[in-house]
Nanobody, 118 residues
Framework: QARLVESGGGLVQPGGSLRLSCAAS????????MRWYRQAAGKEREYVAS????????DYADSVKDRFTISRDNAKNMVYLQMNGLKPEDTADYYC???????????WGQGTQVTVSS
């Protein structure tokens, strides 16, 4: 029954911004580390950002540092990825991911497409 549903993707010009959302259901959201991954066409899925279960700490891949911000709202079971200063190389399908803090369980969303092009 666990679900992660991403939204907010689309087409944006270089230098533009998008805010991705991930709605979680069917599990105890506040006990899970949340991450964003992305996968460009023909490439391996890569890590983008992570946020602790409480929202107290964050981590970013070097490629998105100072441009992307991950956040969460445990009262709403939502995770967000604010993406600023987008570059063509950010073009990918973006996936929401949940990992339990205790006994390891993982959930993946279905992905949302981000295309950065002029």
């Amino acid at each position: 029954q666990a679900r992660l549903v991403e939204s907010g993707g689309g087409l944006v010009q270089p230098g533009g911004s998008l805010r991705l959302s991930c709605a979680a259901s069917g599990f105890t959201f506040s006990r899970y580390i949340m991450r964003w991954y992305r996968q460009a066409a023909g490439k391996e899925r890569e890590y983008v950002a992570s946020i602790s279960s409480s929202g107290g700490s964050t981590d970013y891949a070097d490629s998105v540092k100072d441009r992307f911000t991950i956040s969460r709202d445990n009262a709403k079971n939502m995770v967000y990825l604010q993406m600023n200063g987008l570059k063509p190389e950010d073009t990918a399908d973006y996936y929401c991911y949940a990992r339990s803090v205790g006994i390891m369980t993982e959930y993946w969303g279905q992905g949302t497409q981000v295309t950065v092009s002029s």
